[in-house]
C-alpha cells in the first residue's frame, strides 16, 4: 500500500457473531457467506496487519451519492 485507503462500507448485523459488522463496499450481501468484510475489503487494497484506520460513521440521512461525493473527496485530500 502505498497511498491512504478511503472505501465506502457500511454497519451491518453480523453474520459471524451478534451485533453489528462492518461491511466493505460489497455490502452485507457480497463476497463470500459472511459478506464483504471491511478487513477483507481493506486487505484486498493492500492493507496489512497494523495499518493505522480512521472510521468516520454519517447518519443514514445520506444519500448515496452524498456519500461517495465525501469518499471521492477524503481520496483527493489524502493520496499523494
Not at 6 to 31: H, S
Not at 62 to 69: H, W
Request: glycine share 16%; charged share 30%.
Amino acid at each position: 500500500m502505498s497511498a491512504p485507503v478511503v472505501m465506502l462500507g457500511r454497519l451491518g448485523w453480523g453474520n459471524r457473531k451478534t451485533g453489528v459488522e462492518a461491511y466493505g463496499p460489497g455490502d452485507r450481501w457480497g463476497g463470500n457467506e459472511y459478506g464483504d468484510l471491511l478487513g477483507d475489503a481493506l486487505e484486498r487494497e493492500g492493507c496489512h496487519e497494523g495499518t493505522h484506520l480512521v472510521v468516520i460513521a454519517f447518519p443514514n440521512r445520506f444519500t448515496k451519492d452524498e456519500a461517495e461525493a465525501l469518499v471521492t473527496e477524503l481520496k483527493e485530500r489524502f493520496t499523494p
